[in-house]
C-alpha cells in the first residue's frame, strides 16, 4: 500500500521527472541526475515487479522503451548514474528478461566510460555525457575524486560487461584496485579523497559513512557476486574491517557500540544515518570471516542495528537524524541543527532485514514495524512520502521531497523484512547499494559463456 501511494502520487503529479515533490504536488529534479529524466521510474522498476504490482510494471517499462533517452548535453554524478539507472536497469533486466533493460544498461554504461580517462584510470565524479568531459566535486580536498563514488562502480561494471560480452568494464573496475592496492593505507584505513591525476591520498579523513561507505559494501560484495572466487575483494574486505574495529569502532559510556569518523588520526564521535548500513554488511559478511570470528561479526551486527535502533527510538518521530553523536554526555542524538533531518533513508532498515535474514530474531521485525508506524504517520501527506526537517520536533515541518531511493530501497528492504527468505534468498543474489538485486555470477556461467561464444 505505502508503495502504492508513492508510485501513484509520481504518476499523477511528476510522471517522467526525476522526482516528485509530495507538497507541492509537481515535479523535482535534482542536479545529480543532470538533465537525464525519469530517476523515480527506473529506480523503482525491481520493486514493482518484486511486489507483483503487474500493471504499474508494464506503465514503466513503456516509459523506459519510449522516452528514456541518454543523448542528452548534461553534466551527471557517475556515482548517482551508477547505482540508480545502471543498477535499476540490470535488475529490471534480471528479474523480468526484457531486452529492452539489458539494452539500456549496456548504453548508458558506455556513456560512463569517459569518466575513467584520467591518468591513474581513476574516475571523474562529474561527467558531461555529451562531450565526455569530466571533472570533480570542486569542494573535495584538492581535486580528489571520493573513495565512495569511484568504490561503487564494481558490481554494476562486472555485470555490464557480462551482459555485453565486452570485457572493457570488467577491466576498468578491476584497475581501481590495482591503484589502491599500490598505496599505502594509514593505519590500514582508506581515506576518503584520492586524487586522480597523481594516485595519491588527499586529506586523511576517513568515514565508514558518507563519502566512504559502500566502498566497504562493495568489497564484500565482489567476493559474494563472484560465487566467493574473487579473492582480492575478499582480503581487502577483511582487512578493511579489521583496522575499523581498530581504529573507529567505540563503545559509548551507555554501553552503545559506534563507528567514529577519523580526522588525521583524530576521532570525531559522531555517526550518520547512511553508516546504518553497516550492521547488515558486518552480518552479511560474518560467514566468510577469518579465524572463527564469524560469530564475532554477526555480534557487531546486531550491536550497530541496535545502536542505529536508538538513534530512532530518541526522536520525537520515532525516526533518525541524519547523524548523531556521541559527546558531551549526548548518546545517539543529533546536537547540530543541520544533522537533525530524515529524508525517507533506507539504511537503517536495511540492516535491520539483514539481521533478521541472518539470526530471525524477532526484534527486527518488531523495529521495521516502528519504522513503518512513523513513517505512515509522519512522512505520509496526499500527494506522496516527504522527508522531515527536524525528527526531535513536535510540529511536521516536511522537505517536500519524495526521494527515489525510497521507491528502491526503503520500502524494498521493508518488504523483504516482512517476507519470506526465498524471495530474493541471498544465496543467488547481492543487492547493489541502491537495493537493485543482482545474480550471483557462478564461475560455470562464465565459462557456458566462454563455449557459446
Given at each position: 500500500?505505502?508503495?502504492?501511494?508513492?508510485?501513484?502520487?509520481?504518476?499523477?503529479?511528476?510522471?517522467?521527472?526525476?522526482?516528485?515533490?509530495?507538497?507541492?504536488?509537481?515535479?523535482?529534479?535534482?542536479?545529480?541526475?543532470?538533465?537525464?529524466?525519469?530517476?523515480?521510474?527506473?529506480?523503482?522498476?525491481?520493486?514493482?515487479?518484486?511486489?507483483?504490482?503487474?500493471?504499474?510494471?508494464?506503465?514503466?517499462?513503456?516509459?523506459?522503451?519510449?522516452?528514456?533517452?541518454?543523448?542528452?548535453?548534461?553534466?551527471?554524478?557517475?556515482?548517482?548514474?551508477?547505482?540508480?539507472?545502471?543498477?535499476?536497469?540490470?535488475?529490471?533486466?534480471?528479474?523480468?528478461?526484457?531486452?529492452?533493460?539489458?539494452?539500456?544498461?549496456?548504453?548508458?554504461?558506455?556513456?560512463?566510460?569517459?569518466?575513467?580517462?584520467?591518468?591513474?584510470?581513476?574516475?571523474?565524479?562529474?561527467?558531461?555525457?555529451?562531450?565526455?568531459?569530466?571533472r570533480n566535486w570542486p569542494w573535495a580536498s584538492g581535486g580528489s575524486s571520493?573513495?565512495?563514488?569511484?568504490?561503487?562502480?564494481?558490481?554494476?561494471?562486472?555485470?555490464?560487461?557480462?551482459?555485453?560480452?565486452?570485457?572493457?568494464?570488467?577491466?576498468?573496475?578491476?584497475?581501481?584496485?590495482?591503484?589502491?592496492?599500490?598505496?599505502?593505507?594509514?593505519?590500514?584505513?582508506?581515506?576518503?579523497?584520492?586524487?586522480?591525476?597523481?594516485?595519491?591520498?588527499?586529506?586523511?579523513?576517513?568515514?565508514?559513512?558518507?563519502?566512504?561507505?559502500?566502498?566497504?559494501?562493495?568489497?564484500?560484495?565482489?567476493?559474494?557476486?563472484?560465487?566467493?572466487?574473487?579473492?582480492?575483494?575478499?582480503?581487502?574486505?577483511?582487512?578493511?574491517?579489521?583496522?575499523?574495529?581498530?581504529?573507529?569502532?567505540?563503545?559509548?559510556?551507555?554501553?552503545?557500540?559506534?563507528?567514529?569518523?577519523?580526522?588525521?588520526?583524530?576521532?570525531?564521535?559522531?555517526?550518520?544515518?547512511?553508516?546504518?548500513?553497516?550492521?547488515?554488511?558486518?552480518?552479511?559478511?560474518?560467514?566468510?570471516?577469518?579465524?572463527?570470528?564469524?560469530?564475532?561479526?554477526?555480534?557487531?551486527?546486531?550491536?550497530?542495528?541496535?545502536?542505529?535502533?536508538?538513534?530512532?527510538?530518541?526522536?520525537?518521530?520515532?525516526?533518525?537524524?541524519?547523524?548523531?553523536?556521541?559527546?558531551?554526555?549526548?548518546?545517539?542524538?543529533?546536537?547540530?541543527?543541520?544533522?537533525?533531518?530524515?529524508?525517507?533513508?533506507?539504511?537503517?532498515?536495511?540492516?535491520?532485514?539483514?539481521?533478521?535474514?541472518?539470526?530471525?530474531?524477532?526484534?527486527?521485525?518488531?523495529?521495521?514495524?516502528?519504522?513503518?508506524?512513523?513513517?505512515?504517520?509522519?512522512?505520509?501527506?496526499?500527494?506522496?512520502?516527504?522527508?522531515?526537517?527536524?525528527?526531535?520536533?513536535?510540529?511536521?515541518?516536511?522537505?517536500?521531497?519524495?526521494?527515489?531511493?525510497?521507491?528502491?530501497?526503503?520500502?524494498?528492504?521493508?518488504?523483504?523484512?516482512?517476507?519470506?527468505?526465498?524471495?530474493?534468498?541471498?544465496?543467488?543474489?547481492?543487492?547493489?547499494?541502491?537495493?537493485?538485486?543482482?545474480?550471483?555470477?557462478?564461475?560455470?556461467?562464465?565459462?557456458?559463456?566462454?563455449?557459446?561464444?
Amino acid at each position: 500500500q505505502m508503495m502504492k501511494h508513492a508510485w501513484d502520487n509520481y504518476k499523477r503529479y511528476a510522471w517522467g521527472l526525476n522526482e516528485l515533490k509530495p507538497i507541492s504536488k509537481q515535479g523535482h529534479s535534482s542536479n545529480l541526475f543532470g538533465n537525464i529524466q525519469g530517476a523515480t521510474i527506473v529506480d523503482a522498476l525491481d520493486t514493482l515487479y518484486i511486489m507483483g504490482m503487474k500493471e504499474e510494471f508494464k506503465e514503466a517499462k513503456e516509459w523506459v522503451e519510449q522516452n528514456l533517452d541518454f543523448n542528452v548535453n548534461a553534466e551527471i554524478s557517475v556515482f548517482e548514474v551508477n547505482i540508480r539507472f545502471v543498477g535499476g536497469l540490470l535488475s529490471a533486466y534480471y528479474l523480468s528478461g526484457e531486452e529492452i533493460f539489458r539494452k539500456k544498461a549496456v548504453e548508458l554504461g558506455e556513456k560512463l566510460l569517459p569518466a575513467f580517462n584520467t591518468p591513474t584510470g581513476i574516475p571523474w565524479a562529474l561527467l558531461n555525457i555529451k562531450s565526455g568531459i569530466g571533472r570533480n566535486w570542486p569542494w573535495a580536498s584538492g581535486g580528489s575524486s571520493i573513495l565512495a563514488e569511484f568504490g561503487t562502480l564494481h558490481l554494476e561494471f562486472v555485470h555490464l560487461s557480462h551482459l555485453s560480452g565486452n570485457p572493457v568494464f570488467a577491466e576498468k573496475v578491476m584497475n581501481i584496485r590495482k591503484v589502491l592496492n599500490r598505496l599505502d593505507k594509514p593505519e590500514g584505513l582508506y581515506p576518503n579523497y584520492l586524487n586522480p591525476s597523481s594516485g595519491q591520498w588527499g586529506q586523511h579523513h576517513v568515514s565508514i559513512g558518507g563519502l566512504g561507505d559502500s566502498f566497504y559494501e562493495y568489497l564484500l560484495k565482489a567476493w559474494l557476486m563472484s560465487g566467493k572466487t574473487d579473492e582480492e575483494g575478499r582480503k581487502m574486505y577483511y582487512d578493511a574491517v579489521q583496522a575499523i574495529e581498530t581504529h573507529l569502532i567505540r563503545k559509548s559510556s551507555g554501553g552503545l557500540t559506534y563507528i567514529a569518523e577519523w580526522k588525521g588520526g583524530l576521532l570525531e564521535h559522531k555517526m550518520g544515518h547512511l553508516t546504518c548500513f553497516a550492521g547488515g554488511m558486518f552480518a552479511l559478511g560474518a560467514d566468510g570471516a577469518p579465524n572463527d570470528k564469524t560469530g564475532h561479526h554477526i555480534e557487531l551486527g546486531a550491536e550497530i542495528a541496535r545502536t542505529c535502533h536508538e538513534s530512532y527510538d530518541r526522536t520525537s518521530m520515532k525516526l533518525g537524524p541524519e547523524a548523531f553523536r556521541f559527546d558531551g554526555g549526548v548518546e545517539a542524538i543529533a546536537t547540530r541543527q543541520n544533522e537533525k533531518y530524515y529524508i525517507l533513508r533506507p539504511e537503517v532498515i536495511e540492516t535491520y532485514m539483514y539481521m533478521w535474514r541472518l539470526t530471525h530474531d524477532p526484534k527486527y521485525r518488531q523495529w521495521g514495524w516502528e519504522a513503518v508506524e512513523a513513517l505512515e504517520k509522519y512522512c505520509r501527506v496526499d500527494g506522496g512520502y516527504s522527508g522531515i526537517r527536524d525528527v526531535y520536533s513536535n510540529r511536521q515541518s516536511h522537505d517536500d521531497v519524495q526521494q527515489s531511493f525510497f521507491l528502491s530501497e526503503t520500502l524494498k528492504y521493508l518488504y523483504l523484512l516482512f517476507s519470506e527468505d526465498d524471495l530474493l534468498p541471498f544465496e543467488h543474489w547481492v543487492f547493489n547499494t541502491e537495493a537493485h538485486p543482482l545474480p550471483i555470477l557462478e564461475k560455470d556461467d562464465e565459462n557456458k559463456e566462454e563455449t557459446q561464444k
